[in-house]
Each structure stands twice: as C-alpha cells, then as structure tokens.
C-alpha cells in the first residue's frame, strides 16, 4: 500500500478504481454477481455512515437499521401514495430519517458506551414494531409491493445495470461527504469527543453537539440508503429492518476497521461476500461465519485496516520526502 | 384482573431476572457486554429437552445435567472468545461474542432444526384458584425457584470467600491478582454461575410456554439485556428489580394497551428511566476524571 502515499499516484489508483467499477457491467453480465454488488453498495452507505457514529464520535450504537428502516418506509410510501420523484422521496427519507436522529440522540446521546447501545437498540426495536404494527399505513408483516423504479427527466431508472450506475453514484457521494466531514473541524472535534470527552470539554468542544452532528447525518445517510433500497428491491417489509441487520452493519465497521472510512468499504465488501462464498456449504454457512468473526477478533482485534496501520501512515505523510528511506521500509514490515 | 397480570407479570419478570443476572455479573466483572448470554440461555432450553427427551431421563437428574453442561458451554465461550482479547478494544469484544451468537443459533438449527418444539419435562401442569386469580403450579414454582436462585446468588457473592474474590476482582482485576486471587479461575466461575441461571431460566421458559425454538434466545436476550441495564448493570439487586420492573411493565402494556407493542413498553420504560437517571436505578454513578 506504499504507493498510495504519494498524492498523484493515489489518484492515478483512484481513476483506475472508477473506470473499472464503469465498466464492471459491460464484463460481467450475470445479474447475480450485478445483485451482490448493489448489496454491497448499500451497506457501504450504511457502513460508512455508522462509521461516523461509532468509529470517528465514539458512540455505540445498535439501532442504525432504524432509520434505515424509516428512510425505506418514508420513501416508499411517498412514492407509492403521492407519486413523488424518486430522488425527491430520497431527499425526504434523509430529512425525516436525519429528525428522527435528532429526535433520538437530543435526549440520550448523555449516555455512555453500554447504556447509549441499548437506547439505540430499543429504539430500533419500537420503530420495527411500528412497521409491524401500525397496519393502517406500513400494512404491517405484509410490507409494502410495488415499489416503483426512479426516473430522472421522464427517463425510467430500471434493470440491475442501472441499479448498479445509481448506486455508485450515491457511494461516491456518501464517501466524498463524510471524507470532507472527517477531515474538518468538525471531523477533528468529533475524534477528540471520542478520545475523552471531559478534555474536548476543557478546551471548548461541546461534546453533545458533535455526537449529536454525527448522529443525524449518519441517520440521514441511512436514510438515503433506505430510500434506494425500496426502489431496487421494489418490496420493503420489517423484517428487513431487524436488530441482526444493526448488527451486520456494527461488525461491518469493526470487522473493517474503526474511524477509517476505507476500513467500512472494506468490511461491507467482506461480510456481504463471505455469506455468498460460503453458499456451496448452505446448512454449515452461518456457522462458519460466526466462528470467522470470533477468530477474525482473536487474531485482528483493530480489524482489516485498523489504526495501528493508518497512524503510521499519518505519521510518513508528515515527514514528507526529506525522511522517507528508513520510515517506509519500517511501514513495510508491518503491511 | 389486575392481580391475576401481575401476578403473570411477576412470572415472566423473574425469568429476566435469572438472565439479566448472567450479564450484570460479566459486566461487573469484565466489562463487558455477553452478547451471546441470551443463545446461552436458548442452549440451556435445548440440553433440558435434549436430556429429559432424547435421553429419557427423570427431569430431577436431567435438568441438573443440563445446568452442568450449559455452564460448560459458558466457561467455553469465555475461554475461546473473550479470554484471548480481554486486554483489546471492548468492541472486539462485542463483535466477538456476535459471532458466537450466530455460531449457536445456527448450531442449534443444525442440531434440532429450525422448527419449533415441545417441551414434554414430565411435569404435569395443575391450576389453583385463590380468589379471582388463577395460578399454575409451574407459575408458582417459577416465582419461588427465581426467588430462592437469588438469594442463594446473594449469599454466595457476599458471604463466601469466592463471592469475596469475586467483588475484589471486579473492583480490580490487576489489584485482585497481586492480593493472589486467581482471576481466571473467578471468571470462568462467574460464566459457569451466569450460565446455570440461564439453563434455569430456560428451563423453566420451556415448561412455562411450552416451545423451544432456534431463535427464542434473541427476544429474552434483548430483554433481559434492557433489565440488566435498567437496574444499573454491574448490580445484582438491580438486575433482579429490572426484571421484575420490565416483566411487570410488558405484561400490563399488553393487557391494557396494545399487545402488539408488547416489547415496545418494556424497551419504552428503559430508555425513559435512562433519560432521567442515567445509571439505572440501582446503578453507581460515574464520575469521569481525566
């Protein structure tokens, strides 16, 4: 991963990155291998933007599927009911997923580590069982048909082709947002909350304001995500939005790496392709991805792009070309 | 009628109670949060079904076998999946015990199937009627096992001298070892204690609705977790109050309310006494120093 140091080179690999993911499509054809990479693309949304709440601001939470849910819902039913645009209905699901964010994090975002898991958790429980239960309107268990495709200038987004173009849009979107967010002030201040809070106290940082920051754009990004969801799958139902997928999401971000934005990427890539590739074993499948995730844990506890590898990278940018001999071939030892 | 619920809600509370207790006592302890308590509790179901059914045995000798082997599934859990990552990051521990959740759910699915079975313990179910309630005797004999596990919990963590090594290690683990206590024998003790309360409380589940099933785990995990941590987690008497409190609180919401919303009031109660106590009820407050 040296090259990636070297400003021009980084972008020369990111052009690359881009033109293959363009012409992905045109090579593989199978709308199966089409279907995994659009799941992948949607839990990088969600990956990344629970990132933000756990990895950069500290906080645990295990309700991310809630708003999620309530971005999938809201769009939906604004599309089914009132015959909003699709990107007006996505627009929508954020506001409405980013209050709720707000609505939730203003009262508890008080708490510490365990306690925040739990509200976040309940929280996601009682908006499911609102999707369950308030049938007038979710239709409860029977979820929510026909869902219809986006159109954007009377020209209809349907297919996995253009599933897959819209969703890499919103991914690079999602990632240029919460790179311009992580590397700011406010970025900075959210990573000192987490580091300790009564010192990002004592040298002006309210604490509570950039957790709550953090919160709702991660909840409004869910949203978004939600809101894409319902038009691809054409069909939303609660039990999509269940504790297991906050808790797919979590390890995303853990098993990835905590606080690093490429470490998500990574982690929604693994634990969405694992299942797929384990599909030959079928009954033993699951089993071996539990076990995976306990001896991922034992043998990389900061995850697949964790810190140790990323604060030495920190540190050779820094020392710029004056001090590169030494340092790089110490950084290799580690890669 | 209002007896007659609380009376239910007390029998369901006390069965939150038995597994919210597994998961105060690890976090007093480590803490951290066990994650895969609730498929411990859900293993202890199946073993109880497995020894009385499967194995034919009287339940007197079944259920205490199968208390033995899920406090071994327990101890195992603890040794393979916390031990090597005690010291890293807490959430390596979390995501840790998740996969071990997912690894016994599926176990069980592979074992016993995805289906949802009796429990048949032999244990023939007689109602009483005292004034306008009516009481079963599994109910009552949930209420006075519950009853009867905790104060024998409490005598054995104040009055004994592991109990004692007990509170010291979860005060300090490095000052605890320098005193000479031997801390990873107290914590797998403390998984073992944890476990045999679940196998108990799955027990008596199993006897009390009559259905065993891969995934029950995650509905009493998650509120026996909201019980631990309305008590104050970390504190016995708390995780016993919290359960009691949500047990009581779901029972009457579905009663009076809604019985679709019937998780909604327990998790409800929990994150209201939250907003306005923090720590739980029962739980210490924190003072951060930097």
Same mark, same amino acid.
């Given at each position: 991963?040296?090259?990636?140091?070297?400003?021009?080179?980084?972008?020369?690999?990111?052009?690359?990155?881009?033109?293959?993911?363009?012409?992905?499509?045109?090579?593989?054809?199978?709308?199966?291998?089409?279907?995994?990479?659009?799941?992948? *693309?949607?839990?990088?949304?969600?990956?990344?933007?629970?990132?933000?709440?756990?990895?950069?601001?500290?906080?645990?939470?295990?309700?991310?599927?809630?708003?999620?849910?309530?971005?999938?819902?809201?769009?939906?039913?604004?599309?089914?009911?009132?015959?909003?645009?699709?990107?007006?209905?996505?627009?929508?699901?954020?506001?409405?997923?980013?209050?709720? @964010?707000?609505?939730? @994090?203003?009262?508890?975002?008080?708490?510490?580590?365990?306690?925040?898991?739990?509200?976040?958790?309940?929280?996601?429980?009682?908006?499911?069982?609102?999707?369950?239960?308030?049938?007038?309107?979710?239709?409860?268990?029977?979820?929510?048909?026909?869902?219809?495709?986006?159109?954007?200038? *009377?020209?209809?987004?349907?297919?996995?082709?253009?599933?897959?173009?819209?969703?890499?849009?919103?991914?690079?979107?999602?990632?240029?947002?919460?790179?311009?967010?992580?590397?700011?002030?406010?970025?900075?201040?959210?990573?000192?909350?987490?580091?300790?809070?009564?010192?990002?106290?004592?040298?002006?940082?309210?604490?509570?304001?950039?957790?709550?920051?953090?919160?709702?754009?991660?909840?409004?990004?869910?949203?978004?995500? @939600?809101?894409?969801?319902?038009?691809?799958?054409?069909?939303?139902?609660?039990?999509?939005?269940?504790?297991?997928?906050?808790?797919?999401?979590?390890?995303?971000?853990?098993?990835?790496?905590?606080?690093?934005?490429?470490?998500?990427?990574?982690?929604?890539?693994?634990?969405?392709?694992?299942?797929?590739?384990?599909?030959?074993?079928?009954?033993?499948?699951?089993?071996?991805?539990?076990?995976?995730?306990?001896?991922?844990?034992?043998?990389?506890?900061?995850?697949?792009?964790?810190?140790?590898?990323?604060?030495?990278?920190?540190?050779?940018?820094?020392?710029?070309?004056?001090?590169?001999?030494?340092?790089?071939?110490?950084?290799?030892?580690?890669? | 009628?209002?007896?007659?619920?609380?009376?239910?809600?007390? !029998?369901?509370?006390?069965?939150?109670?038995?597994?919210?207790?597994?998961?105060?006592?690890?976090?007093?302890?480590?803490?951290?949060?066990?994650?895969?308590?609730?498929?411990?509790?859900?293993?202890?179901?199946?073993?109880?079904?497995?020894?009385?059914?499967?194995?034919?045995?009287?339940?007197?000798?079944?259920?205490?076998?199968?208390?033995?082997?899920?406090?071994?599934?327990?101890?195992?859990?603890?040794?393979?999946?916390?031990?090597?990552?005690?010291?890293?990051?807490?959430?390596?521990?979390?995501?840790?015990?998740?996969?071990?959740?997912?690894?016994?759910?599926?176990?069980?699915?592979?074992?016993?199937?995805?289906? !949802?079975? !009796?429990?048949?313990?032999?244990?023939?179910?007689?109602?009483?009627?005292?004034?306008?309630? !009516?009481?079963?005797?599994?109910?009552?004999?949930?209420?006075?096992?519950?009853?009867?596990?905790?104060?024998?919990?409490?005598?054995?963590?104040?009055?004994?001298?592991?109990?004692?090594?007990?509170?010291?290690?979860?005060?300090?683990?490095?000052?605890?070892?320098?005193?000479?206590?031997?801390?990873?024998?107290?914590?797998?003790?403390?998984?073992?204690?944890?476990?045999?309360?679940?196998?108990?409380?799955?027990?008596?589940?199993?006897?009390?609705?009559?259905?065993?099933?891969?995934?029950?785990?995650?509905?009493?995990?998650?509120?026996?977790?909201?019980?631990?941590?309305?008590?104050?987690?970390?504190?016995?008497?708390?995780?016993?109050?919290?359960?009691?409190?949500?047990?009581?609180?779901?029972?009457?919401?579905?009663?009076?309310?809604?019985?679709?919303?019937?998780?909604?009031?327990?998790?409800?109660?929990?994150?209201?006494?939250?907003?306005?106590?923090?720590?739980?009820?029962?739980?210490?407050?924190?003072?951060?120093?930097?």
């Amino acid at each position: 991963m040296k090259f990636l140091n070297d400003p021009k080179k980084k972008k020369i690999a990111y052009l690359v990155l881009l033109v293959l993911l363009a012409v992905f499509p045109f090579v593989i054809t199978n709308s199966y291998y089409l279907h995994v990479c659009i799941s992948i *693309g949607v839990y990088i949304l969600l990956a990344t933007s629970l990132n933000l709440v756990t990895g950069f601001a500290g906080q645990l939470s295990l309700g991310h599927a809630a708003f999620y849910g309530i971005g999938a819902y809201v769009g939906a039913l604004l599309m089914l009911n009132f015959d909003v645009n699709f990107f007006l209905a996505m627009i929508a699901s954020a506001v409405v997923s980013g209050l709720f @964010g707000l609505l939730l @994090g203003l009262p508890t975002l008080r708490l510490r580590g365990d306690y925040l898991a739990i509200v976040t958790l309940g929280f996601g429980e009682i908006v499911r069982l609102v999707f369950v239960n308030w049938a007038e309107v979710t239709r409860g268990p029977l979820g929510l048909p026909g869902i219809p495709s986006p159109s954007i200038f *009377g020209f209809e987004i349907s297919g996995r082709t253009a599933f897959y173009y819209l969703v890499i849009v919103l991914v690079l979107i999602t990632l240029f947002v919460m790179s311009r967010i992580v590397n700011s002030g406010v970025g900075m201040a959210m990573q000192t909350v987490k580091i300790d809070e009564i010192a990002a106290e004592s040298i002006g940082i309210y604490p509570i304001k950039y957790k709550l920051i953090a919160f709702v754009v991660a909840a409004a990004f869910a949203g978004i995500a @939600g809101c894409y969801y319902a038009s691809y799958i054409a069909y939303i139902s609660p039990t999509t939005f269940v504790y297991n997928t906050s808790v797919t999401i979590l390890a995303m971000v853990v098993l990835g790496g905590l606080g690093s934005i490429p470490g998500s990427i990574i982690g929604a890539c693994i634990l969405t392709l694992v299942p797929e590739l384990l599909r030959f074993m079928s009954d033993y499948r699951m089993l071996i991805f539990g076990a995976l995730m306990v001896f991922m844990m034992i043998f990389r506890p900061e995850g697949f792009w964790g810190a140790s590898k990323r604060v030495k990278n920190i540190y050779k940018i820094k020392a710029g070309g004056a001090k590169n001999g030494s340092d790089s071939g110490d950084n290799q030892r580690h890669d | 009628m209002f007896t007659q619920q609380l009376m239910n809600g007390i !029998t369901v509370g006390g069965i939150y109670a038995l597994i919210a207790l597994g998961y105060t006592m690890v976090y007093g302890i480590l803490k951290i949060v066990n994650f895969a308590h609730g498929d411990v509790f859900m293993m202890g179901m199946f073993l109880g079904m497995f020894f009385t059914q499967a194995l034919g045995m009287h339940y007197l000798i079944a259920f205490p076998l199968a208390a033995a082997a899920t406090a071994f599934v327990g101890i195992c859990i603890e040794r393979i999946a916390y031990r090597p990552i005690r010291v890293a990051d807490k959430l390596a521990v979390l995501i840790s015990a998740l996969g071990v959740s997912i690894f016994l759910q599926n176990f069980a699915m592979l074992v016993w199937g995805t289906e !949802t079975h !009796t429990f048949n313990s032999g244990i023939k179910v007689q109602t009483f009627r005292l004034g306008s309630v !009516t009481l079963s005797n599994i109910q009552i004999g949930v209420i006075v096992l519950c009853c009867v596990l905790m104060v024998v919990l409490y005598l054995v963590v104040n009055k004994t001298k592991i109990g004692v090594a007990m509170r010291a290690t979860s005060h300090s683990i490095v000052s605890a070892k320098l005193m000479g206590i031997n801390t990873d024998k107290i914590i797998s003790f403390t998984f073992g204690v944890g476990s045999v309360l679940a196998c108990v409380a799955g027990i008596l589940v199993g006897i009390y609705y009559d259905a065993v099933y891969p995934t029950i785990g995650y509905s009493y995990g998650l509120k026996a977790f909201a019980a631990a941590i309305l008590g104050g987690i970390g504190s016995i008497p708390g995780a016993m109050l919290g359960g009691f409190v949500i047990g009581i609180v779901e029972t009457f919401g579905a009663a009076y309310i809604s019985s679709g919303y019937r998780d909604a009031f327990a998790f409800g109660i929990l994150i209201i006494v939250l907003i306005f106590k923090p720590s739980g009820i029962l739980g210490v407050k924190h003072v951060d120093k930097v």
